[in-house]
């Protein structure tokens, strides 16, 4: 696994955490007998689109999200301003 991940010449528009899950996903795929996958991100890694990735690879994947990067999300999510007027712990899915 090559976890450097830094400037390529034939990078593919995506930010520089999706292409880092997405290589680590191809690999546990591959050497992976069970079918029954999580995935627990950072908020440093986890992103929207990046969620969506997981779920059309059949694979579950939970962790926090950074607000400016829940592009996407606002159409099936609580409002950020909303969410943190709950108690610690709330959560929207």
């Known amino acids: 696994m090559i976890t450097y991940q830094g400037k390529e010449i034939h990078a593919l528009k995506l930010p520089l955490s999706t292409r880092f899950i997405s290589n680590m996903v191809d690999i546990i795929k591959e050497n992976s007998n069970t079918t029954r996958r999580t995935l627990y991100f950072d908020n440093f890694f986890n992103n929207y689109d990046l969620l969506v990735m997981s779920s059309g690879l059949k694979m ?3 962790g926090t999200i950074r607000p400016c990067r829940s592009n996407g999300a ?20």
């Open 60 to 62: 579950r994947a939970i």
């Open 74 to 93: 606002d159409a099936v999510m609580l409002p950020d301003k909303q969410l943190m007027k709950q108690k610690r712990g709330a959560y929207d899915f």
